[in-house]
């Protein structure tokens, strides 16, 4: 089945650019998502990104993805204390509504 | 407008009880998606509703996980004969449709299960 892989942890100073990275399995994916979740919250979504794209940039985020490779990253330039959380990448199935998270990656900011 | 909502936002059951969980999700929203979240995991898929009806039910992971979505918007996840290794956040989230930049899913707040 599909599979989606996260690195477990991230440390980053303050100020510094903070890259999450994520790879899939799924060669028909149509959209990759990012997630936030902060202690005993829910999810809530940052971005997406289309298949058919290779970058998209929203504020301090930016999205790549090399469909070839099946890898997405997740940039966060100027990363402030209020970033530490975990981030999930999420590949929509191929088979209607579902998403595939990964294991999260835990970002730790430090001041 | 209001966003995912999700009660209780914590349940605390014996090993052995039934317990419902429900999920109300954003307004005009037809799709509805299930989710468990094991402390330290990423979501994993239970169920998707479109309209009243279950889409998939793939995820659900024995007979005794049920899911009802009588009017197609109020959603109750039920769970039967509870065992310890039911504990996990629950998490539900709606989207617009099911497939496309439409599915995109809002998630709720969760709702802690610990069985004891």
């Known amino acids: 089945g599909e599979d989606v892989e996260q690195s477990l942890f991230l440390s980053v100073r303050e100020g510094d650019s903070s890259v999450i990275n994520c790879t899939y399995t799924d060669s028909s994916s149509t959209y990759l998502y990012w997630y936030k979740q902060e202690p005993g919250a829910g999810l809530q979504l940052l971005t997406y990104?289309?298949?058919?794209?290779d970058m998209k940039q929203d504020q301090r985020l930016t999205v790549l993805l090399n469909k070839k490779d099946k890898h997405l990253s997740l940039r966060i330039a100027d990363t402030q204390t209020g970033d530490s959380a975990i981030y999930f990448c999420?590949?929509?199935?191929?088979?209607?509504?579902?998403?595939?998270f990964g294991q999260g990656t835990e970002l730790s900011v430090k001041p | 407008g209001a966003g995912v909502s999700q009660t209780p936002s914590n349940k605390v059951t014996e090993k052995g009880k039934y317990v419902e969980l429900r999920c109300d999700p954003i307004s005009g929203h037809t799709a509805l998606y299930w989710y468990r979240q094991s402390l330290g995991q990423g979501p994993e898929f239970l169920i998707y509703?479109?309209?009243?009806?279950?889409?998939?039910d793939s995820g659900l992971p024995n007979d005794r996980f049920f899911a009802v979505r009588p009017e197609g918007s109020v959603s109750t996840l039920k769970i039967q004969r509870t065992e310890r290794g039911d504990s996990a956040m629950y998490l539900c989230?709606?989207?617009?449709?099911?497939?496309?930049?439409?599915?995109?899913?809002?998630f709720g707040p969760g709702t802690r299960l610990t069985v004891l």
């Open positions: 509703f479109q309209g009243t009806g279950a889409a998939d």
């Open positions: 999420a590949d929509s199935s191929n088979q209607g509504g579902k998403l595939i």
């Open positions: 989230a709606s989207s617009l449709l099911a497939g496309g930049v439409t599915d995109t899913q809002y």
């Open positions: 990104i289309f298949s058919n794209m």
